[in-house]
């Protein structure tokens, strides 16, 4: 089993920055991909960026050119920066893990989430 510990959420200014980290732990032999999706009040969860654990990575549309999704292999922790926060980007921050151990392959993992406010 894969723990998912996120931190980093606040109430931050249109503009602003903040830092997202998501720190993995438990038995598994590998971590595959990680991600950060968020929901907002009212609308479906969605995916901002992932990483693999080669470092490639994609991000949503939105997100591009503000948001950078980054991890350290040796901590099992991956990090989203978000830099030039507008308001339709409060949401919870869900992180998301794929590991594979006990026989099974692509086995998903989620954080409680961790709430970003922007606003003024």
């Known amino acids: 089993q894969v723990q998912l510990v996120e931190s980093g959420g606040d109430l931050v200014q249109p503009g602003g920055s903040l830092r997202l980290s998501c720190a993995a732990s438990g038995s598994f032999s590998s971590i595959n991909s990680m991600g950060w999706y968020r929901q907002a009040p009212g609308k479906q969860r969605g995916l901002v960026a992932a990483?693999?654990?080669?470092?490639?990575?994609n991000s949503a549309d939105s997100v591009k050119g503000r948001f950078t999704i980054s991890r350290d292999n040796a901590k099992n922790t991956v990090y989203l920066r978000l830099n030039s926060l507008k308001p339709e980007d409060t949401a919870v921050y869900y992180c998301n893990v794929v590991w594979t151990g006990h026989g099974y392959a692509g086995m998903n993992a989620w954080g409680k989430g961790t709430l970003v406010t922007v606003s003024s």
């Open positions: 990483i693999t654990s080669d470092g490639s990575t």
